[in-house]
């Protein structure tokens, strides 16, 4: 079958690799660095499994900029390109899904869109009433950063949001991604299938924030948090995944679908999911006085990464350490022209704030400040989802 | 080993029972016919396991009405009495085990206590320092009701607050007893202990809170609550269990424990902990105007006990619905089997399902059964998927 994705992230060439066993795959997106890279057999993912997957599997994909080429014959389609959100409501943003929706529609008239991404609930079957076409439906992915192409090739389970005849063939062409047999699915409505991935992100958020708040709770009581933490998790039906504290959330999905789930429930009488989505001011408080509380010349924060923008905890602590009189420098990675900042700003700081503690911080571990449990050792779940 | 138990309820029993397979005990409670129930091989509790192993008669196990009985000679004294949560002061009650413990240094100083009733964190620490007596241990329990020796027979961990050898003495004493291998030992200093036992049921309150707060969503909206709860839960990671909606969660257990977990918070800055007991509260509030919106005339309320299984209705989130339907003025009916009695608070029990069923023009019912399927349309439940 010939497969149009449009989206050149993880999402989109991670899907492309896993379907291009069995299809013929095209990407098309506007960014000519990717579709140069893609066509040269470069695949621009974080996970380290592509190359011993190519050198297994042949495959068949090509990317191109030219939308209207990809879509020529395609038999299905896949749409993969996040949503970015109005930073003053929270709303998403969906005028160029829609424009990319109804060019899909236009040039391929009956040919089943797949809507990969995160959308608000109730998008789908808005734009299926607008277009009059029932052939829009929505398969969230549930694939993690760092193992797109393997979630995408293992996925754990998988949603469709059509519960007729089209759901079960587009079901079937998506779990023919999947490299064994027996994953489950499940057909359901597509306002549902919305929900399933924004409820998803949720429940990871509420879990973070119970942990972290355990956290505080250890912090505060000077208890062993670890003991507390592994007891509680011994329980299977609380289970030993993403239980390492953190400063509070970071990164994009999560925090997203929480400010959409606020938005759409209006006066609910909810509590945990309102509260998950703020739960951090209190405790990113309390870590800044335990901080101050060491009276530091020069807090230094460790941020490897990058910043990640204003939702970023760090970015929050920086300015209560600032209010609180302390000093505060960044470390952001390392520097463009190879210059070693690192060393410079382990030797100037005293205190160091790290989200996670890594090797590159084992040789000042008297200076680290971080809630990291677990370290890399075991649980490893970065809550930057 | 000679082991004596306090307390007759679903901890002291099946501890008790336990133990008795392989060490010789002697149980104590303050009701005559608990005891001579025990005595006779007969359960005082509904579970399954716990009525089989009393009726088996392979067990070294006597129960008595005299403390000095059952702690003299006693090597480990295990204390199960009940600590419930008094509303006023946001504390648990201790009071029981603290009569436990004088009773135990009058006969038998030297006996290690192990206390397996749930207690506020950092109680055993304060109770040690404040009794000069260093004898005490505690060990949470994390039974379920109607599981009670199931769950201790089959434990998910064994955790004891002390790290030390006979810590480590009172975890061999509980592997040596479950009928699985290589079940995780966890030593940790008590107030660790204390405080892993009351986050695990908190977080099952937030768990069953999420899903009953997706259900009050979809209520409100015309999504489907189980399409999103079957497909949420496919993922392995969250798990297809503790995930059908109810009328709040409830029991002995997690509604105590986490208002313990808020009060244990006072002085640190928390909002979780805060929503998951409102989010309790505000659900029932939710469902009772839903239910007032259709204008009953007699409403009936089927079964009080929280699960089916169990003979227990303290805390019970029905209970909670009763309440505020009672407030707004509504007429109720109890269809309860395991009330005896005319009336439950004031309204009248009427246990002739047939006559129950006809008299209600609204039955509300936390968990569908197979009894109300003749009466469907008059059933108002946000039970999903028929079960526990």
Sequence with gaps: MRIAIIGLGLVAVSDALALARTHDVVLTGPVPDRVEAINAGDFPLHDPSVAAYLAQYEVSVTATLDTAAALDGAELILISSPLSMDPETGAFLTTELETRIEMAHARCPGVPIVIRSAVPIGFTNKMRDLLGSPAILCAPEFQREAQSLQDALHPKFMIVGDRGALGSRVGAVLLSAALRPGVQMRLMGASEAEAVKHFSQAYLAARVAFFNELDSYALAKSLNSRQVIDGVCLDPRIGTYVNNPCFGFGGQRVPRSMVHLNTMLGDLPLHILPTVTHTNNARIALLASKVLERDPQQVGIYSPDGNSGSRDPLAALRKRLVAGGANVRLYTGAAPNGRDDLSDFKADCDVILAQRITPDLEDISGKVFSRDLYASAHGFVSARA | ?388
């Design chain 2, 1 to 388: 080993m000679k082991i004596a138990v306090a307390g007759l309820g679903y901890v002291g029993l099946s501890n008790a029972i336990l133990l008795a397979r392989h060490n010789e005990v002697c149980a104590v409670d303050i009701t005559p016919e608990r005891v001579a129930m025990v005595n006779a091989g007969q359960s005082p509790i509904v579970d399954v396991e716990i009525s089989e192993y009393l009726a088996s008669g392979s067990l070294t196990l006597r129960a008595t009405l005299d403390p000095a009985e059952a702690y003299s000679g006693a090597e480990v004294v295990i204390i199960a009495t009940p600590t419930n949560y008094d509303a006023q002061t946001h504390a648990f009650d201790t009071s029981s085990i603290e009569a436990v413990i004088a009773s135990v240094r009058a006969v038998n100083p030297d006996a290690l206590m192990v206390i397996k009733s749930t207690v506020p964190v950092g109680y055993t620490a304060a109770l040690r320092e404040r009794l000069a007596c260093d004898n005490i241990l505690f060990s949470p329990e994390f039974l379920r009701e109607g599981r009670a020796l199931y769950d201790n027979l089959h434990p998910s961990r064994i955790v004891v607050g002390e790290v030390s050898d006979r810590g480590q003495m009172v975890a061999d004493l509980l592997r040596a007893a479950t009928l699985d291998a290589d079940v995780p030992v966890l030593l940790t200093a008590s107030t660790e202990a204390e405080a892993i036992k009351l986050f695990a049921n908190t977080y099952l309150a937030m768990r069953v809170s999420f899903f009953n707060e997706i259900d009050t969503i979809a209520m409100a909206t015309d999504i489907d609550a189980r399409e999103v709860i079957e497909g949420l839960c496919l993922d392995p990671n969250v798990g297809d269990h503790y995930n059908n909606p109810s009328f709040g969660y409830g029991g002995y257990c997690l509604p105590k424990d986490s208002k313990q977990m808020l009060a244990n918070f006072a002085d640190v800055p928390q909002e979780l902990m805060c929503a998951i007991v409102d989010a309790n509260d505000a659900r029932k509030d939710f469902l009772a105007d839903n239910i007032l919106a259709r204008k009953p005339q007699t409403v009936g309320v089927h079964r009080l006990v929280m699960k089916a299984g169990s003979d227990n209705f303290r805390e019970s989130a029905v209970q909670g619905l009763i309440q505020r339907l009672e407030d707004a003025g509504v007429d109720l009916i109890i269809y309860e089997p395991a009330c005896t009695s005319a009336e439950f608070n004031g309204h009248p029990v009427e246990n002739d399902l047939a006559r129950f069923n006809a008299k209600a023009d609204l039955i509300i019912a936390n968990r569908m059964t197979p009894d109300l399927a003749a009466v469907a349309d008059k059933v108002f439940t946000r039970d999903l998927f028929a079960a526990n």
